[in-house]
């Protein structure tokens, strides 16, 4: 059976407001921490966007949980011989309990600096160099690489973990998930779908971790949490390659009129039904997840976790 975690998000939350989630997350028996990497929200009424290896620096001294970025994108806005070093040191302060989730990214976040943000092919090609670059990084030698994407003179990082950090890769088509089953320490995925956990499995990813996560919005309305899902996280309703191309929040919500409160209603897990949130994550149970992690719209986080603590994990058999 997999493993529970929670899902923080940097989108909808500041700091301080992250680490006592995490505590909380802890104290309910969730066993590991994922946290989202964004410059900017999706949209204004999500309203917060902190640097997540600050947080990370945080959460090491608040929770005794194991965390992973996801997804971190290592390609344009940081330059991966920056990302090794604040990965490396994530994980030093963990005592090794630090994943490096990645993915190719969107523009949202990544054209922040002005850079051409390039067609998905090429996002993905950039991705493997930098994790080519970052593997050779965490081995704490001195790295000289002059590639198609990425140059590295004289770099070296000293402050390195006991093992390499383990990068999981963030796969929401057959092209990524074939990168990820090539190269990657994982899978990452935000759907319960057999076959490309399959895909993965048969590319040459056996043996190592499935990793998911959904959202949620637990409430004893579920109209109200129509409502919240609808005003916070229309976003991820829109169809097709939007959230990968469309550069600012602004842009994001001149299309929130396309997702009705009903569409939020047939698609999102809203309300307190415990069979219903079991069902959900089951679901990824009966995909071959190893680890799934959830995370709670809106502003009641403590309701969220009484009842997770109370109702729902315990019972789900945690591997």
Same mark, same amino acid.
């Given at each position: 059976?997999?493993?529970?975690?929670?899902?923080?998000?940097?989108?909808?939350?500041?700091?301080?407001?992250?680490?006592?989630?995490?505590?909380?997350?802890?104290? *309910?028996?969730?066993?590991?921490?994922? @946290?989202?990497?964004?410059?900017?929200?999706? +949209?204004?009424?999500?309203?917060?966007?902190?640097?997540?290896?600050?947080?990370?620096?945080?959460?090491?001294?608040?929770?005794?949980?194991?965390?992973?970025?996801?997804?971190?994108?290592?390609?344009?806005?940081?330059?991966?011989?920056? #990302?090794?070093?604040?990965?490396?040191?994530?994980?030093?302060?963990? +005592?090794?309990?630090?994943?490096?989730? #990645?993915?190719?990214?969107? *523009?949202? +976040?990544?054209?922040?600096?002005?850079?051409?943000?390039?067609?998905?092919? @090429?996002?993905?090609?950039?991705?493997?160099?930098?994790?080519?670059?970052?593997?050779?990084?965490?081995?704490?030698?001195?790295?000289?690489?002059?590639?198609?994407?990425?140059?590295?003179?004289?770099?070296?990082?000293?402050? @390195?973990?006991?093992?390499?950090?383990?990068?999981?890769?963030?796969?929401?088509?057959?092209?990524?998930?074939?990168?990820?089953?090539?190269?990657?320490?994982?899978?990452?995925?935000?759907?319960? &779908?057999?076959?490309?956990?399959?895909?993965?499995?048969?590319?040459?990813?056996?043996?190592?971790?499935?990793?998911?996560?959904?959202?949620?919005?637990?409430?004893?309305?579920?109209?109200?949490? #129509?409502?919240?899902?609808?005003?916070?996280?229309? +976003?991820?309703?829109?169809?097709?390659?939007?959230?990968?191309?469309?550069?600012?929040?602004?842009?994001?919500?001149?299309?929130?009129?396309?997702?009705?409160?009903?569409?939020?209603?047939?698609?999102?897990?809203?309300? &307190? &039904?415990? &069979?219903?949130?079991?069902?959900?994550?089951?679901?990824?149970?009966? *995909?071959?997840?190893?680890?799934?992690?959830?995370?709670?719209?809106?502003?009641?986080?403590?309701?969220?976790?009484?009842?997770?603590?109370?109702?729902?994990?315990?019972?789900?058999?945690?591997?």
């Amino acid at each position: 059976m997999p493993e529970y975690g929670y899902f923080l998000s940097c989108e909808e939350f500041g700091p301080a407001e992250l680490v006592e989630q995490a505590r909380m997350a802890e104290q *309910a028996g969730f066993r590991s921490l994922w @946290i989202s990497d964004h410059y900017h929200p999706w +949209n204004d009424a999500q309203g917060q966007s902190p640097f997540v290896w600050s947080v990370i620096g945080a959460l090491s001294e608040a929770v005794s949980l194991p965390i992973e970025t996801a997804v971190t994108c290592p390609t344009v806005r940081i330059h991966p011989a920056v #990302v090794a070093q604040a990965a490396a040191t994530s994980a030093v302060m963990t +005592n090794g309990r630090f994943r490096l989730g #990645v993915g190719s990214g969107e *523009a949202l +976040n990544e054209h922040v600096l002005g850079h051409v943000w390039p067609p998905a092919h @090429i996002r993905l090609e950039m991705l493997e160099e930098s994790i080519q670059v970052m593997r050779r990084l965490f081995t704490g030698e001195e790295v000289n690489h002059h590639g198609t994407h990425y140059t590295v003179e004289n770099a070296r990082l000293y402050t @390195i973990p006991d093992e390499p950090v383990p990068i999981d890769i963030s796969g929401f088509g057959p092209a990524a998930t074939a990168l990820a089953s090539r190269v990657g320490d994982g899978y990452i995925t935000m759907t319960p &779908d057999e076959s490309m956990v399959e895909q993965f499995r048969k590319g040459g990813g056996a043996g190592k971790p499935v990793i998911g996560g959904t959202k949620v919005c637990y409430g004893v309305d579920r109209d109200e949490c #129509v409502r919240t899902v609808r005003k916070l996280w229309f +976003n991820q309703f829109l169809p097709g390659e939007m959230a990968q191309i469309l550069p600012s929040p602004s842009h994001f919500e001149q299309l929130a009129p396309l997702v009705t409160e009903e569409m939020v209603r047939e698609k999102a897990l809203c309300g &307190d &039904d415990v &069979d219903e949130h079991i069902a959900t994550l089951s679901a990824f149970a009966d *995909a071959g997840f190893d680890r799934v992690y959830v995370n709670q719209i809106g502003p009641d986080q403590r309701g969220f976790f009484d009842f997770y603590r109370t109702k729902v994990l315990p019972q789900l058999q945690q591997g």
